[in-house]
Nanobody, 114 residues
Framework: QVQLVESGGGLVQPGGSLRLSCAASGSISSFYAMGWYRQAPGKARELVARIFRGGATTYSNSVKGRFTISRDNAENTVYLQMHTLKPEDTAVYYC????????WGQGTQVIVSS
């Protein structure tokens, strides 16, 4: 079964940028869509960005215009470029298929604070 490993999180000041990576142990090209999720303390996990097999993307209203999702099928990697970060973006970020069918990785912590 495909395993997912997220990386690239850290502490950043408001207005800053980060690029998250999600490395899959196997091919992701067959999945209809891959997504980035986040879970803030005390809140449910939410899907914030999604990229379909053909390259189309969707975003939640909270991140639209600031985050960009991309995928490299040859490297079995999904990326999330985040700009203009806000304190409310603080969360653990995970990737998975848009249906969440793969085992969840450990996630990568993003903290936006001055």
């Amino acid at each position: 079964q495909v395993q997912l490993v997220e990386s690239g999180g850290g502490l950043v000041q408001p207005g800053g940028s980060l690029r998250l990576s999600c490395a899959a142990s196997g091919s992701i090209s067959s999945f209809y869509a891959m997504g980035w999720y986040r879970q803030a303390p005390g809140k449910a996990r939410e899907l914030v960005a999604r990229i379909f097999r053909g390259g189309a993307t969707t975003y939640s209203n909270s991140v639209k215009g600031r985050f960009t999702i991309s995928r490299d099928n040859a490297e079995n990697t999904v990326y999330l470029q985040m700009h203009t970060l806000k304190p409310e973006d603080t969360a653990v970020y995970y990737c998975n298929t848009d249906a969440g069918v793969l085992p969840w990785g450990q996630g990568t912590q993003v903290i936006v604070s001055s």
